[in-house]
């Protein structure tokens, strides 16, 4: 071989056929929490590829893997052709059990005298859990031989089992499903489906007349200007999502439908530049709530009605004309966006923008400890106004002082009024005397 190609053939890859190997088996796992490495046996080298072959008893299948540890002075199957007496004719079918078409013939029980060698697999630098308790042999027994035995599979995957004879549902392999994930499809069982295109919503007329309220809600807010097209715009597109708002007990509140632009097709330093929305932390939540019910303050929440659609767009951004909704007369027209709206990467920050610009106006501060923190002192009293994207929570000393605010809050923007809070960013309040 040196003569033939002027060099000294690799032996590296080489490995004893038959040896204790631990294979990289994540491709062939289903869920990234189950166990990367398992212990199989070397069965040989790939024929297409540079990888090993390798068989793993638990399934009796032979898979393949470039990244495998090896062990090998370990030898799984050693033990049973090394066996004093030699099988006759009389114990031949102790020894090999019968053939199976679709799997490896592979002998499926060794003696009980036989030990997992564990013990050496530290000194080959691997990290491998303590086997069982030998207390878990399994006696077998036929016309031909009364030896106990111990499964071949549960030597390669030993798992510690309880020392009581409690019959429990693991054992029987009964699981409890978790019923919390059958809500969704017990809830799309009682109702009818969501649409998933805007042809398909047309035609019923719950969604449709959804679709027309949000096209003339967005007509009506200014978000956009119709403009001719031209080659040097970078038009993104859009889509309608339709949604069914449940109440609590799980009855419709309303099918609402949301007109999403395409924020993947926007290029970054062409139509958005920064994107990023500051929302309160929970610290301050926490700290803030705690001083409310203390002190026994007015405690109000609120949600802002299309609230990313409050924000201006200080960029250049252009979007082709909604599904469903093309103006007739200017069927090749573009809308140049004046107002955000869903989908773009700058919406949260052009909302928060506009909120926070009216705040100020009225005489609120930014806090420095939490930038989504407002505080408004007037006189003796005290206002707090926490922003988490468009949930609002107002706080106040004053009840009349908190009501004034919030009609000229509501004289600025659209809110529906949530009552007392009770619960918000999975925090729990009791209800203030």
């Known amino acids: 071989m040196k003569k033939i190609f002027g060099s000294s053939p690799n032996y590296s890859k080489h490995k004893v056929f038959g040896c204790l190997c631990y294979p990289w088996i994540r491709p062939y796992t289903s869920h990234k929490l189950k ?3 398992k212990p199989c046996i070397f069965f040989g080298y790939s024929l297409t590829q540079s990888a090993y072959l390798y068989y793993d008893p638990s399934t009796s299948k032979v898979f393949i893997s470039r990244n495998v540890k090896f062990v090998e002075s370990i030898y799984p199957f050693k033990s049973i052709f090394s066996q004093d007496t030699c099988p006759n004719s009389s114990t031949f079918t102790t020894w090999i059990p019968p053939p199976n078409p679709l799997s490896i013939v592979t002998p499926t029980l060794i003696s009980p005298s036989t030990v997992w060698p564990y013990q050496h697999l530290h000194n080959e630098g691997l990290s491998v859990p303590t086997p069982a308790s030998e207390t878990s042999l399994l006696t077998t027994s036929n016309t031909h031989t009364q030896t106990p035995s111990l499964h071949l599979t549960d030597k390669l995957h030993p798992a510690i089992q309880p020392n009581h004879h409690m019959q429990t549902r693991a054992k029987s392999n009964i699981h409890k499903p978790l019923q919390k994930l059958d809500l ?4 799309s069982q009682h109702s009818d489906l969501e649409p998933t295109t805007s042809a398909q919503a047309r035609k019923d007329p719950k969604w449709h007349q959804a679709m027309s309220d949000e096209f003339n809600a ?6 956009w200007q119709l403009i001719p097209a031209s080659s040097n715009q970078n038009v993104v597109g859009c889509k309608w999502i339709f949604r069914t708002k449940r109440h609590s007990n799980g009855s419709i509140d309303k099918y609402k439908a949301c007109l999403v632009a395409k924020g993947f097709h926007q290029r970054p330093d062409v139509d958005y530049y920064d994107t990023f929305s500051p929302v309160i932390k929970p610290t301050i939540i926490r700290l803030v709530l705690n001083i409310t019910i203390s002190s026994e303050w007015t405690l109000r929440q609120f949600d802002v009605n299309n609230a990313f659609l409050q924000g201006t767009l200080t960029e250049q951004v252009y979007m082709y004309q909604p599904p469903g909704f ?18 773009l990467k700058e919406a949260p920050r052009a909302w928060f923008h506009e909120l926070k610009t009216f705040l100020l106006q009225s005489g609120f501060q930014n806090s420095h ?11 003796k009293h005290l206002v707090y106004l926490l922003v988490y994207v468009d949930d609002l929570i107002i706080i106040g000393d004053d009840v009349h002082l908190v009501n004034r605010f919030i009609n000229l809050l509501a004289h600025r923007f659209s809110l529906k009024d949530l009552g007392q809070l009770s619960y918000f960013f999975g925090i729990e309040i009791l209800p203030t005397k």
């Not at 969704?184 to 809830?187: A, C, G, P, S, V």
């Not at 007739?328 to 989908?343: E, M, N, R, T």
């Open 326 to 343: 093309i103006d007739k007369d200017f069927p090749s027209h573009v809308c140049k966006l004046q107002k955000a709206i869903y989908g």
């Open 35 to 37: 166990p990367h490495y």
């Open 369 to 379: 400890a939490d930038t989504s923190l407002f505080v408004l002192h007037l006189g």
């Open 184 to 187: 969704h499809t017990t809830l």
């Open 218 to 223: 967005l007509i009506r807010n200014g978000t």
